[in-house]
């Protein structure tokens, strides 16, 4: 008895197929399985087992229809790829159906296990959709693309597969948390008072019991709402707020704040997953930018010991730079403010008489 499945290039969802199609097919009566996914306005056989084996990797007519539960001969698509007539059944999901073939008589409790089965085939997709998404997001920064762009990326899987309908990350900068990136539909901005809430958030999440390695805060609305009085205002039911960083207020550089109108009384492990993936790729970029300013800063206190009288100038052309930046509309504003630090390195190589003007 042939079973197929054809995602290529994902070795644990061919073998979730596999096993939605083995089991279905121990049903009594079944004799093929049909595994489709939307793709568009059509559906294709993504997997196939039994009598459907053959139907592997065909595309319905755009103008088929299906329809969910018992279906008459000639098969449960219209067609049987044997030519023997069979009576079938469908379950229909958001973006898979399952259709058996070979009876149309299931039971109750039956067709509901046919519906969690397509329940799951869907979780399965939209997971996969994420992961595929954050690591090409992650693959981005490394290779240099625009963080402000690739960071709104990440976000926007977090509220397109997560059910998230806000998401704001923040770096740290001198001590405090600077707003960086904001996705999704609420008009929301910290205010100052905010930040410095945010600040006493990481004091009470670093060095939890459960999870000491890991910074994140994860609390009931009503206790985080405080903290957040603008969130409150907008009417969200979930806040999760978790910390960029290796487990210690002076080595976090950054925060992620994500925000729902709907409530979450729990997370699935693959939120968890999806969360702990973004918060990797996110945090993988930061360090190095942490440290890379700090290298800056160093420099720049050696020009300030060769050069008194240009005490902070470096720190204030940058933030000059970026400041003209933004209204100008350049978008890779980080990049800005580095070359806007960088532009007075040379003066390192110049003698000191130069540069104390004698």
Request: glycine fraction near 10%; aromatic fraction near 8%.
């Amino acid at each position: 008895m042939g079973c197929y499945a054809s995602w290529e290039n994902e070795v644990s969802l061919e073998s979730f197929l596999w096993d939605v199609v083995s089991k279905a097919l121990s049903l009594l009566g079944v004799e093929g399985v049909y595994v489709l996914q939307k793709e568009g306005e059509r559906y294709r056989v993504v997997a196939a087992g039994g009598s459907a084996a053959g139907a592997r990797g065909l595309y319905l007519p755009r103008e088929w229809e299906l329809r969910e539960g018992p279906t008459n001969p000639p098969g449960p698509l219209g067609f049987s790829p044997d030519g023997t007539p069979r009576a079938g059944f469908v379950a229909l999901g958001e973006n898979h159906a399952l259709a058996l073939e070979g009876t149309s008589a299931l039971s109750h409790e039956r067709q509901e296990l046919m519906k969690l089965w397509v329940d799951l085939l869907d979780r399965e997709f939209q997971m996969r959709q994420g992961l595929e998404t954050l690591l090409r997001v992650g693959r981005q920064l490394r290779n240099g693309r625009l963080p402000e762009e690739a960071v709104a990326q990440v976000l926007e899987a977090l509220l397109r597969f997560g059910g998230w309908d806000l998401a704001v990350a923040l770096r740290e900068h001198e001590g405090t948390f600077v707003p960086w990136v904001r996705v999704g539909a609420l008009d929301f901005a910290l205010s100052h008072e905010e930040v410095r809430s945010l600040q006493e958030l990481l004091k009470e999440a670093v060095g939890r019991a459960e999870a000491p390695d890991i910074p994140w805060v994860v609390q009931d609305v009503q206790a985080i709402l405080p903290y957040f009085p603008a969130l409150g205002r907008l009417g969200v039911q979930t806040v999760a707020v978790f910390f960029l960083g290796e487990g210690t207020p002076a080595s976090v550089f950054g925060a992620l704040i994500l925000a729902s109108l709907n409530r979450f009384p729990h997370f699935s492990p693959e939120m968890l997953l999806l969360l702990q993936i973004a918060k990797e790729g996110l945090e993988s970029w930061l360090r190095k930018t942490w440290y890379a300013e700090g290298l800056l800063r160093a420099f720049a206190r050696v020009m300030e010991v060769l050069d008194c009288e240009t005490h902070g100038h470096m720190e204030r052309v940058s933030r000059l730079a970026v400041a003209l930046g933004r209204v100008a509309g350049v978008k890779d504003l980080h990049g800005l403010y580095v070359g806007a630090y960088l532009h007075d390195l040379g003066k390192l190589f110049l003698p000191q008489e130069l540069l104390q003007k004698n």
